[in-house]
């Protein structure tokens, strides 16, 4: 063979064949693993795995995260298994104020008979694993369980960057179990969570959740899935879901904080805690970076009150502090209890209180008409954000909860988020505080309010059409992300529009032109003298994305569209069940009732709805300004689509797009968009501010184009972006 530089890219045969190794491999381990069938015989597998390794050495380049060389095991493993750690995981003791942490300390210390040094480390709200490692590579790593079986997600935890496939440097042991946490830093949960909202789906309650989701995916079953979906018209929206799940768990990350069973001389010889997160941290395992030793109970406090206060600043979600004796031999002194080590015990942070006045309480119209009263407050900062308004949902919780305005009252944030008024405080009361009175009358339109049926909690403002509030929220949600996903269209924007009278109401909104946005100053330059007026930034971005989601599939008009009780699970299901709005619209209330998931009152209201005149009107309006309503079915098009079968890659921005509608511009022309670079990528298109991905792509040889080629691409001339197509 000729020897070629290591460095060099290989010729397209060598990364096909590289790519058939590497998918010819991973689906035999897959199979394997759920013991369906044995595809390939051993020998057969070790061939393949022995070529994959020498085109690898011959050509580094090649090797990427998807590569079975660069994960743990072989022709084996069992998913969701149950493993038995190979020392139990005890859960620790709580403290929940200050003095019983004060009892610890003075409890473990009288029977030290001394005061031990302190570990403290920020308690991390995350998953608990225990991974072993022999001979210096991950075997398992397996949630913890009930303390002596957890689940073992191997599969999953190697698609995880930050949990080490391998350890380094000298004296690796050849059995080391160590205990850690999974968690998702608090910017990529907020992101996840910002995506659940747009794919209309429900929020994490916490970062431990969806953690714990993410894990717990099964990504083999659904790699098994786009096995049987290969060339079905489902094949692209499986992979698009594998694709999801791996992007999950590429956002986790792992910190060890303990270990269990080991053979190692070096940690037999370390003599604390902290110094076996300094070895540990040797072998390339990641160690909490907040970790400190302190000599007194005094300085532990004052670790635990710098952190409470400083919570916001630390990137992943904390709930409390864990406080372990360092030194080993006290702790092997000390022991454990039935359940727990008497050496550790963990601080636990209230959730967070704090105390503002309320100083009005308001209502507000919501876009299906209901008036919600809602607290006033002076701002105050709780958990991060300064908040000065909370809602109290309906008269009834004004009066459950007992607060008057102008009273003193506790507010905290529920699951760190929402903040919610929990109640007055009492002995700050002065006798002129007066209680609240749900008024009778819409505070924007006037019209006298009323529960729609008898019983309800709610009342609603009925002048359902021309109510200026339930107007300016209803044009509002239609850009919403669970909707036409229309980032222009923002509050501020929706009020602009219907206060310069350039919308009448939502039938109006795609006849938008930059000449009627001239009559908007929210939209207009601001001009000089000498200059005509032009439209600005946000009514180009408008213009643009409003033609965009002329294109969006029924369901999201459905959703757009605020008929009462329908949301995106239900829209999802009646527009796949009816396919066009004219069906829908012909459909019957027995035809509606029938389809799976849309019940009596779902099925009502979509009657109601086309049986309104002006609602029709909104919808024959949106019609002729070029709305498609595009079947529901339309991902059949979407594989006959002119780039059917190519893998693209956006990275950067692309001037005139959010991220998303550049995404999925592409893949309505039947592309598959992928996050990431790989052998199997067609094409990356390159924007603004590209990052390593435009890098990895002239490595690997892969086809670039920029922002002009994109718009080509989307204007149909393929040829001159991707002449081999
Ligand atoms: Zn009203």
């Given at each position: 063979m000729i020897a070629t530089p290591r460095d060099s890219t290989p010729p397209n045969s060598i990364s096909q064949r590289w790519q058939e190794l590497v998918d010819h491999i991973n689906r035999a381990r897959m199979q394997y693993a759920l013991q369906d069938?044995?595809?390939?015989s051993d020998a057969d597998y070790d061939a393949l795995f022995r070529e994959l390794l020498e085109l690898e050495d011959q050509y580094p380049i090649l090797v990427t995260g998807d590569s079975p060389t660069q994960s743990v095991g072989g022709h084996r493993s069992e998913l969701f298994e149950p493993v038995a750690h190979l020392e139990p995981m005890y859960s620790l003791d709580n403290a929940f104020s200050e003095s019983e942490l004060k009892a610890w300390s003075e409890r473990i210390s009288a029977s030290l008979e001394q005061e031990p040094q302190y570990l403290c480390e920020l308690k991390i709200d995350g998953l608990a694993v225990d991974a072993v490692y022999r001979d210096g590579k991950l075997e398992t790593l397996a949630t913890r369980g009930d303390g002596a079986t957890g689940e073992d997600v191997t599969l999953n935890a190697i698609l995880i960057a930050s949990v080490p496939k391998k350890l380094k440097g000298t004296n690796v042991p050849e059995l080391l179990e160590v205990r850690g946490e999974v968690f998702y830093p608090l910017a990529v949960f907020d992101a996840i969570n910002a995506e659940q909202t747009k794919m209309g789906k429900p929020l994490f309650a916490n970062p431990r959740n969806a953690a714990a989701g993410a894990l717990r995916q099964r990504v083999d079953k659904r790699e098994r899935e786009l096995e049987q979906a290969q060339g079905s018209k489902r094949e692209a929206k499986v992979a698009q879901d594998l694709e999801a799940a791996v992007l999950r768990l590429s956002g986790l990350e792992f910190t060890v904080h303990g270990f269990g069973a080991h053979d190692s001389t070096v940690l037999t010889k370390a003599r604390s805690h902290s110094e076996v997160y300094e070895r540990l941290a040797e072998w390339g395992l990641p160690v909490t970076s907040h970790a400190k030793v302190h000599a007194s109970f005094a300085k532990v406090i004052e670790f635990i009150d710098y952190f409470n206060e400083h919570r916001v600043e630390v990137v992943f979600d904390i709930d409390g502090v864990v406080v372990k004796v360092n030194d080993l031999a006290n702790q092997v002194e000390l022991g454990f209890t039935s359940r727990a080590p008497r050496w550790a015990i963990a601080f636990k942070y209230p959730p967070e209180i704090v105390r503002t006045r309320l100083i009005d309480i308001q209502v507000s119209v919501g876009r299906t008409g209901r008036v919600t009263p809602y607290a006033v407050m002076e701002p105050v900062r709780v958990a991060g954000t300064t908040v000065s308004m909370a809602t109290l949902h309906n008269p009834f919780e004004v009066s459950r909860k007992g607060v008057l305005i102008g009273d003193t009252i506790y507010l905290r944030k529920a699951g760190e988020i929402i903040p919610e008024v929990l109640g007055p405080v009492v002995e700050e009361r002065t006798g002129n505080e007066i209680p609240f009175v749900m008024p009778v009358f819409c505070p924007e339109c006037g019209s006298a309010l009323a529960p729609e049926s008898e019983g309800d909690k709610d009342i609603r403002c009925p002048n359902v059409q021309g109510c200026p509030a339930q107007l300016r929220e209803r044009l509002f949600h239609i850009g919403s992300r669970g909707a036409l996903d229309i980032e222009g269209l923002g509050e501020k924007a929706a009020q602009a529009l219907l206060v310069s009278g350039v919308l009448a109401n939502e039938a109006d909104l795609f006849d938008l032109t930059a000449d009627k946005l001239l009559d908007c100053e929210f939209f207009v330059n601001a001009h000089q003298e000498h200059e005509s007026a032009s439209i600005n930034k946000a009514g180009e971005v408008l213009l643009a994305q409003l033609d965009q989601a002329k294109e969006q599939p029924l369901w999201r008009f459905l959703v757009a569209l605020s008929i009462r009780h329908v949301g995106p699970t239900a829209a999802k299901k009646i527009s796949h069940a009816f396919g066009s709005v004219e069906c829908l619209q012909e459909a019957t209330l027995e035809q509606l009732s029938n389809v799976d998931g849309v019940g009596e009152r779902i099925a009502e209201s979509i009657v109601d709805f086309f049986d309104t005149d002006w609602r029709l009107d909104i919808i024959s309006r949106w019609r002729r300004a070029g709305v498609s309503f595009a079947d529901a079915r339309k991902d059949i098009d979407v594989l006959l689509g002119p780039l059917a079968g190519m893998t693209i890659v956006i990275t950067g921005s692309i001037p005139g797009f959010t991220r998303d509608g550049a995404q999925d511009a592409i893949a309505a022309l039947g592309a598959t968009v992928s996050g990431s670079v790989s052998p199997k990528t067609d094409l990356v298109v390159v924007g603004d501010k590209a990052g390593s991905k435009a890098e990895k792509a002239q490595k690997l040889g892969v086809a670039i184009t920029d922002a002009a080629g994109f718009h080509k691409l989307l204007n149909g001339d393929h040829q001159s972006v991707l002449p081999n197509l």
């Amino acid at each position: 063979m000729i020897a070629t530089p290591r460095d060099s890219t290989p010729p397209n045969s060598i990364s096909q064949r590289w790519q058939e190794l590497v998918d010819h491999i991973n689906r035999a381990r897959m199979q394997y693993a759920l013991q369906d069938s044995q595809t390939l015989s051993d020998a057969d597998y070790d061939a393949l795995f022995r070529e994959l390794l020498e085109l690898e050495d011959q050509y580094p380049i090649l090797v990427t995260g998807d590569s079975p060389t660069q994960s743990v095991g072989g022709h084996r493993s069992e998913l969701f298994e149950p493993v038995a750690h190979l020392e139990p995981m005890y859960s620790l003791d709580n403290a929940f104020s200050e003095s019983e942490l004060k009892a610890w300390s003075e409890r473990i210390s009288a029977s030290l008979e001394q005061e031990p040094q302190y570990l403290c480390e920020l308690k991390i709200d995350g998953l608990a694993v225990d991974a072993v490692y022999r001979d210096g590579k991950l075997e398992t790593l397996a949630t913890r369980g009930d303390g002596a079986t957890g689940e073992d997600v191997t599969l999953n935890a190697i698609l995880i960057a930050s949990v080490p496939k391998k350890l380094k440097g000298t004296n690796v042991p050849e059995l080391l179990e160590v205990r850690g946490e999974v968690f998702y830093p608090l910017a990529v949960f907020d992101a996840i969570n910002a995506e659940q909202t747009k794919m209309g789906k429900p929020l994490f309650a916490n970062p431990r959740n969806a953690a714990a989701g993410a894990l717990r995916q099964r990504v083999d079953k659904r790699e098994r899935e786009l096995e049987q979906a290969q060339g079905s018209k489902r094949e692209a929206k499986v992979a698009q879901d594998l694709e999801a799940a791996v992007l999950r768990l590429s956002g986790l990350e792992f910190t060890v904080h303990g270990f269990g069973a080991h053979d190692s001389t070096v940690l037999t010889k370390a003599r604390s805690h902290s110094e076996v997160y300094e070895r540990l941290a040797e072998w390339g395992l990641p160690v909490t970076s907040h970790a400190k030793v302190h000599a007194s109970f005094a300085k532990v406090i004052e670790f635990i009150d710098y952190f409470n206060e400083h919570r916001v600043e630390v990137v992943f979600d904390i709930d409390g502090v864990v406080v372990k004796v360092n030194d080993l031999a006290n702790q092997v002194e000390l022991g454990f209890t039935s359940r727990a080590p008497r050496w550790a015990i963990a601080f636990k942070y209230p959730p967070e209180i704090v105390r503002t006045r309320l100083i009005d309480i308001q209502v507000s119209v919501g876009r299906t008409g209901r008036v919600t009263p809602y607290a006033v407050m002076e701002p105050v900062r709780v958990a991060g954000t300064t908040v000065s308004m909370a809602t109290l949902h309906n008269p009834f919780e004004v009066s459950r909860k007992g607060v008057l305005i102008g009273d003193t009252i506790y507010l905290r944030k529920a699951g760190e988020i929402i903040p919610e008024v929990l109640g007055p405080v009492v002995e700050e009361r002065t006798g002129n505080e007066i209680p609240f009175v749900m008024p009778v009358f819409c505070p924007e339109c006037g019209s006298a309010l009323a529960p729609e049926s008898e019983g309800d909690k709610d009342i609603r403002c009925p002048n359902v059409q021309g109510c200026p509030a339930q107007l300016r929220e209803r044009l509002f949600h239609i850009g919403s992300r669970g909707a036409l996903d229309i980032e222009g269209l923002g509050e501020k924007a929706a009020q602009a529009l219907l206060v310069s009278g350039v919308l009448a109401n939502e039938a109006d909104l795609f006849d938008l032109t930059a000449d009627k946005l001239l009559d908007c100053e929210f939209f207009v330059n601001a001009h000089q003298e000498h200059e005509s007026a032009s439209i600005n930034k946000a009514g180009e971005v408008l213009l643009a994305q409003l033609d965009q989601a002329k294109e969006q599939p029924l369901w999201r008009f459905l959703v757009a569209l605020s008929i009462r009780h329908v949301g995106p699970t239900a829209a999802k299901k009646i527009s796949h069940a009816f396919g066009s709005v004219e069906c829908l619209q012909e459909a019957t209330l027995e035809q509606l009732s029938n389809v799976d998931g849309v019940g009596e009152r779902i099925a009502e209201s979509i009657v109601d709805f086309f049986d309104t005149d002006w609602r029709l009107d909104i919808i024959s309006r949106w019609r002729r300004a070029g709305v498609s309503f595009a079947d529901a079915r339309k991902d059949i098009d979407v594989l006959l689509g002119p780039l059917a079968g190519m893998t693209i890659v956006i990275t950067g921005s692309i001037p005139g797009f959010t991220r998303d509608g550049a995404q999925d511009a592409i893949a309505a022309l039947g592309a598959t968009v992928s996050g990431s670079v790989s052998p199997k990528t067609d094409l990356v298109v390159v924007g603004d501010k590209a990052g390593s991905k435009a890098e990895k792509a002239q490595k690997l040889g892969v086809a670039i184009t920029d922002a002009a080629g994109f718009h080509k691409l989307l204007n149909g001339d393929h040829q001159s972006v991707l002449p081999n197509l």
